[in-house]
Every structure is written in C-alpha cells, then in structure tokens.
C-alpha cells in the first residue's frame, strides 16, 4: 500500500498543478461577469464599457499566444508555468493598488500574458510526462481547472466583496500565486521541446488547424459575450448578487463535467468534431432558453446557465486533445498557442460587440440573437473540419 501511495502522487501533484494553471488566470474573467454591477457602480462606467476589461485581457493573449507557444517549447513547460503564476499574482496585486478604470484594465493586462502560456506551457508538460494512454483524460482534467474556476468565483467573491469590497476580494489571490510558482519550479523539470538557441517565431498554420482555430474563434466570442454580461442581464430581471454567484458556480460544475467526461468520450471516437457540432448546437438551444426569463421567471436562466456549461465550456478542451492526438496540426505547443489565437481573439472581441448590440434599440433581444447566430456557425466549421479531417 505504501507503495502504491508514492506512485500516485506526482501525478496527483502535477494534476493539481496543471488544474490550478489553467484556473487562475481565468479567474478575473468570472470575476468580471460576477462583480459586474458593482464595477458599473464603483468605476462610474457605461455597461457596454465594462466588456473592454475582457477585452483588455484577452486581446493582449491573442496577439501574444502565437509567439507564446513556440516561446513555451523552447523555455521549458517549468519556467512556462512559473512565469504564469507570476504574472497573475502581479496582476492581482496591481488590481489593489491601481486607481481607477485604466487602472483596473493595465493590471489586468497582466493576466492576458498568463493566459497566452497556459496552454502551451500545460500541453507540453502533458505531451512530457503523462502516458500516452493517459493524455486525454489528463487533458479533461486540467481544462476543467477553467471552469473550476467559476465554481470557486461564484462561491466566493460574494462573500469576499461583502468583507472587504471588490479590490480585497480580487486581491487575497496574489499570494496564492506566489505559492504555485514555488511549487511549480519544484515539481517540474526545466527540459525544454526545442534546442535553445532556435529562434522563437510563430509557424504558419495549416488549413485543418485554421479551421480549428476558427472554431475556437466562435467558442471564445460566445463564451465571453455570455459570461461578461450574464451578470448585468440577470441583474435587471431582479435577480440577486448571490443568486449571480451561484448561477456562475453551477456553470462552473457543469463545465467540469462535461469537460472531464466528454474529453476522453472524444478520444475515443474516429475524431472529435461530431461532438464538437453538437455541443455548439447545444450552446444555441441554451441561449433560447436564457431569453425566456422575466422579472417572475428566472429559471430560464438557470437552465441557460446549465446548458452554457455543458456545451461551448467544453470546447475548448476537445481541441487541446484534437492537438495531442493528431499530428496533422502541429507541434503540442506552438498549436496550442496557435489555437489559443482563435479562443482569446474571440473572447476579446466578444464583449465590445455584444456591447455594441446591447446599445440598439432591441438591447438584450439582439445582443442574445446575434450570438446565436456565432454558435450556429461554429457547429457548421467543426461539419467543414469533419470533412477535411476525414479526406485526409
């Protein structure tokens, strides 16, 4: 039996190492849906303004996640992650110390650099010392640290806020960052995917990874425009501070789930963009539901919330397996951070856009049809994907 125990637990040490990675620097973008009102409030900002701080993240990780990728393979997925958890409890710190909106949005630029190296970084230290039998369930595993994420910033920052207001609860994660980074440069090794002295520049993608990327494209646009402004929505149909909270929990459950189930499901199908179609379609049922609450009826939005979860939350993961399994798309790292281009260029334009319809005279009505509209045509790119993969 003693045995046994020290055999599991590097990996249950790196799982939770990975998990924690991919969580983190997600946690302002839960943070943003959740304390939106009261950023609204506090900073004297325009709703439609309260997207540009996603965008501020995620839009300086897409322009940075190409370089990224091959930066990762030639650093070391180690310093990858070290560097990662730096930067986010810099982040954190700044966003206690920074007056103001533009304040608040260059501290949080800090976290767009995370984020771009938590793919790549997290892909290669799986491609280096998990089994291959083993990959996509560890895959499942770490992705899900994205929406564990949103169970621990549901359940948490209400009551944070409530004690020490919005900064203080943003700012108690600066440390724990500090402490990862620690562990993190204990537990991994500092082997790097490429020799040292390569030039780090992106490569160019292929057609099949283009398409994937476009998908991902459509995922980050849906998943960002949906969680930015899930709080602002439920919040002018009366719904509560906690019940927000709550509802960004259960799409955190859901969303590790269905990522730990459905991403080993994938593996063992002839490819995973049959499923990927159908989670989209999902994602497009969901919104439909969501836009059947009213100020009596709030369950809508939590079935929404539920289906939001379930679906386009997964997606992301299905394609860091599609990388790990097919070759045809590319070295582990430089197409995660290819990929990842895609997600974060779409979680960045997302907001600003939904915005922009939110400001119409159809307001929320628009803003959920048009997003419709980007779920619709993600599930058609992953058909055109289907058929690409399989004419080989």
């Not at 439909?288 to 539920?306: E, M, S």
């Amino acid at each position: 039996m003693q045995q046994r125990a020290f055999t599991l637990s590097p990996q249950l040490g790196l799982s939770v190492l990975l998990l924690t990675a991919m969580g983190m620097p997600m946690m302002i973008f839960y943070a943003i849906g959740i304390l939106g009102p009261l950023l609204i409030a506090d900073l004297g900002i325009a709703r439609q303004q309260l997207g540009w701080l996603t965008t501020a993240t995620f839009g300086l990780a897409a322009l940075i996640s190409p370089w990224a990728g091959a930066l990762v393979q030639r650093m070391g997925s180690r310093a990858g992650l070290v560097s990662l958890f730096a930067l986010v409890g810099l982040s954190f710190l700044l966003v206690g110390i920074l007056p103001g909106f533009g304040g608040l949005m260059a501290a949080l630029l800090l976290c767009g650099l995370a984020q771009s190296l938590a793919n790549p970084a997290t892909n290669q230290a799986i491609a280096q010392a998990v089994p291959a039998s083993r990959k996509a369930g560890m895959v499942g595993l770490k992705q899900s640290g994205v929406q564990a994420s949103a169970l621990l910033a549901g359940l948490v920052l209400p009551p944070l806020t409530v004690a020490w207001g919005w900064r203080g609860a943003l700012l108690i994660w600066a440390p724990l960052a500090v402490m990862f980074a620690v562990f993190a440069a204990r537990k991994l090794s500092g082997k790097a995917a490429v020799a040292p002295g390569l030039t780090v520049r992106p490569g160019v993608p292929n057609g099949w990874l283009r398409l994937l990327m476009s998908i991902q494209l459509c995922a980050g646009l849906a998943l960002s425009s949906f969680m930015t402004y899930l709080g602002v929505y439920a919040h002018q149909l009366g719904v509560s501070a906690v019940a927000i909270g709550a509802m960004i929990s259960s799409f955190g459950v859901m969303g590790i789930a269905s990522r730990v189930i459905l991403t080993p499901l994938g593996a063992r199908l002839r490819d995973e963009t049959g499923l990927l179609a159908g989670l989209f379609l999902l994602a497009s049922v969901s919104l439909w539901v969501l836009q059947q609450a009213d100020q009596l009826h709030h369950w809508p939005l939590w079935l929404g919330v539920i289906g939001m979860g379930l679906s386009v939350a997964a997606t992301n993961a299905l394609a860091m397996s599609m990388l790990l399994r097919d070759a045809r798309f590319g070295g582990v790292a430089s197409s995660a951070g290819m990929v990842s281009l895609g997600f974060f260029g779409g979680i960045a334009a997302g907001p600003p856009l939904f915005g922009w319809f939110l400001e119409g005279s159809a307001g929320f009505a628009a803003a959920w049809s048009v997003l419709s509209g980007v779920v619709l045509s993600g599930a058609l790119l992953c058909l055109a994907l289907c058929a690409c993969l399989r004419r080989g």
